[in-house]
């Protein structure tokens, strides 16, 4: 069966008015938004690290690396956390929509948007009832150079080092 005739299906979700997708395969798991720990000197699109069951994973703002305001959450908002390069990473979008199939003639390529900014972004545009969808890659967001260091430490949070033999001795209780 050639590509033409398969579906591609897609977890959609909303960031402003707009309808965005990615993936399904690369999306391991919708979760609520959790406390992030904002990290020193990173950049403003990256909301901080989190614990999602033992492992920590940086957290995007989707609608701040693609130029958007700033929203606050609500109970709609959700963090698809994704595996991109090996590595989780969340990403905060406004509210999940739900998974579309949709043949894989009906996606258009974007190469005429490459000059507007955050188009790098976007793999290509598909219709969808009266709505057009934005198919993101984001392994561009978490790639670009201050997430890939941020994400590059992470691993060395997960599993500390066995702590080296220490010479500090435990203070006794005064009987």
């Known amino acids: 069966m050639s590509r033409v005739n398969k579906l591609r299906e897609l977890v959609c979700f909303r960031l402003q008015r707009g309808l965005f997708a990615v993936d399904i395969s690369t999306v391991r798991e919708i979760v609520r938004p959790q406390r992030t720990t904002r990290v020193p000197k990173s950049p403003v699109h990256v909301l901080g690290v989190t614990?999602?069951?033992?492992?920590?994973?940086?957290?995007?703002?989707?609608?701040?690396?693609?130029?958007?305001?700033?929203?606050?959450?609500?109970?709609?908002?959700?963090?698809?956390?994704?595996?991109?390069?090996?590595?989780?990473?969340?990403?905060?979008?406004?509210?999940?929509?739900?998974?579309?199939?949709?043949?894989?003639?009906?996606?258009?390529?974007v190469d005429a948007l490459g000059a507007l900014k955050g188009s790098e972004l976007i793999s290509g545009v598909a219709r969808h009832g009266d709505e057009l969808i934005?198919?993101?890659?984001?392994?561009?967001?978490?790639?670009?150079?201050?997430?890939?260091?941020?994400?590059s430490v992470i691993p060395d949070w997960q599993e500390p080092e066995p702590a080296a033999q220490s010479s500090v001795v435990p203070l006794k209780k005064a009987a």
């Open 51 to 109: 614990n999602l069951r033992g492992h920590v994973i940086p957290v995007l703002d989707l609608r701040l690396k693609l130029g958007m305001q700033q929203r606050e959450q609500n109970t709609l908002c959700r963090t698809l956390v994704m595996e991109i390069a090996g590595a989780l990473v969340g990403f905060a979008v406004d509210e999940v929509t739900g998974i579309v199939r949709l043949p894989w003639d009906v996606i258009e390529p």
């Open 134 to 151: 934005c198919l993101l890659d984001l392994r561009g967001v978490a790639e670009s150079g201050a997430s890939l260091a941020l994400m």
